[in-house]
């Protein structure tokens, strides 16, 4: 069984940056391609960042240059490194992991779950969250 917990959400003004943590349990980012999603108020999940287990990333295009994806290995830890920070970034911050994961523009989300383009469930496990709020 894979645990994921986050941490690291927090207020936070526009311009600002935040790094959003990911506990997994051991042996979890060798094995499984990881990924950070976002849900907003009143819309739908999205992803925001996804790397593989050989470390290759992908963001979706409103983050990308802003947010940095990685992992440290010792620590059982991966990270979302949040810059520039805007107000339409808010939202609550989840992580992911799975080990064959559709690319991030093969997600689709709707109430809450993310799916393949079969309707297969896109990420296996699943964070609680961790909210981040951007304020102008």
């Known amino acids: 069984q894979v645990q994921l917990v986050e941490s690291g959400g927090e207020s936070v003004q526009a311009g600002g940056s935040l790094r959003l943590s990911c506990a997994v349990s051991?042996?979890?980012?060798?094995?499984?391609?990881m990924g950070w999603f976002r849900q907003a108020p009143d819309k739908e999940r999205e992803g925001v960042a996804v790397?593989?287990?050989?470390?290759?990333?992908d963001y979706a295009d409103s983050v990308k240059g802003r947010f940095t994806v990685s992992k440290d290995y010792a620590k059982n830890v991966l990270y979302l490194q949040m810059d520039n920070l805007k107000p339409e970034d808010t939202a609550m911050y989840y992580c992911?992991?799975?080990?064959?994961?559709?690319?991030?523009?093969?997600?689709?989300?709707?109430?809450?779950?993310?799916?393949?383009?079969?309707?297969?469930?896109?990420?296996?496990?699943w964070g609680q969250g961790t909210q981040v709020t951007v304020s102008s």
């Open positions: 790397i593989d287990g050989d470390d290759r990333t």
């Open positions: 992911a992991a799975d080990r064959n994961p559709p690319p991030l523009n093969g997600v689709y989300c709707r109430r809450g779950y993310c799916y393949t383009e079969d309707g297969i469930e896109a990420y296996t496990y």
């Open positions: 051991e042996y979890t980012l060798e094995t499984y391609s």
